[in-house]
């Protein structure tokens, strides 16, 4: 198992926005954290209650001062991923790191939920979320992503890198898995990660 593959999450932050074809709406998010004392002390994985997380919406969980983004994607936002392929650097992800399971064009477990490492491959700062289709700061082909304030670096909503931009891979898939559909376990993995 990778680096990636052996942290622990410690700690959940609260930061949670939303936007919806265009639209904000800020969604309210209830947080599950759920590993005892003695857990954590072990570097215990968390569960996070997905469920009432709306589509469209994004969540930032916390490992040891690192953010890692859940995204609940609409179907509209996974549709947008297959329109934008060749503008891509590694959109199957051949040189990126993340589970065996999200070597792929979604890059996730269940396609609705993305569950990636809020750190832009290049020099390590936090991308913004970038949801709205063909903002004005994003200009007319964007499809919605996430955007690095550093250096201008660009990624889809599958934490996949555009050419051009300074970072060098896409953003990194934690190990994860899920249980009972929407309770998410990170820091966990039922396969090796794919370094
Ligand atoms: S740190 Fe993100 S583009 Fe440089």
């Known amino acids: 198992m990778s680096k990636v593959g052996r942290r622990k999450f410690l700690s959940i932050a609260t930061s949670?926005?939303?936007?919806?074809?265009?639209?904000?709406?800020?969604?309210?998010?209830?947080?599950s954290f759920q590993p005892s004392?003695?857990?954590?002390?072990?570097?215990?994985?968390?569960?996070?209650?997905?469920?009432?997380?709306?589509?469209?919406?994004?969540?930032?969980?916390l490992y040891r001062?690192?953010?890692?983004?859940?995204?609940?994607?609409?179907?509209?936002?996974?549709?947008?991923?297959?329109?934008?392929?060749?503008?891509l650097r590694d959109p199957d992800?051949?040189?990126?790191i993340q589970p065996?399971?999200?070597?792929?064009?979604?890059?996730?477990?269940?396609?609705?939920?993305?569950?990636?490492?809020?750190?832009?491959?290049?020099?390590?700062c936090a991308p913004i979320e970038k949801f709205s289709?063909?903002?004005a700061?994003?200009?007319?082909?964007?499809?919605?992503g996430f955007y690095c304030p550093c250096h201008g670096s660009k990624f889809d909503l599958s934490g996949r890198v555009f050419s051009g931009v300074p970072a060098p891979s896409n953003l990194?898939?934690?190990p994860h898995r899920f249980e009972n559909g929407s309770i998410l376990v990170v820091g966990e993995n039922s396969e090796d990660m794919n370094v």
């Open 65 to 87: 001062g690192t953010p890692f983004y859940v995204v609940h994607r609409s179907d509209d936002m996974i549709a947008q991923l297959k329109t934008i392929n060749s503008d």
């Open 133 to 135: 289709i063909a903002p």
């Open 93 to 96: 992800s051949e040189l990126s």
């Open 137 to 144: 700061d994003m200009g007319p082909d964007w499809r919605g």
């Open 37 to 61: 004392k003695k857990a954590k002390a072990l570097g215990a994985s968390i569960k996070v209650d997905l469920s009432n997380l709306e589509p469209g919406s994004l969540i930032k969980v």
């Open 100 to 124: 065996n399971f999200a070597k792929n064009e979604l890059r996730s477990m269940k396609p609705k939920y993305l569950v990636v490492e809020g750190v832009c491959t290049h020099l390590g």
């Open 16 to 31: 949670v926005t939303s936007v919806i074809g265009g639209a904000f709406a800020v969604t309210p998010f209830i947080l």
């Open 172 to 174: 990194r898939i934690p």
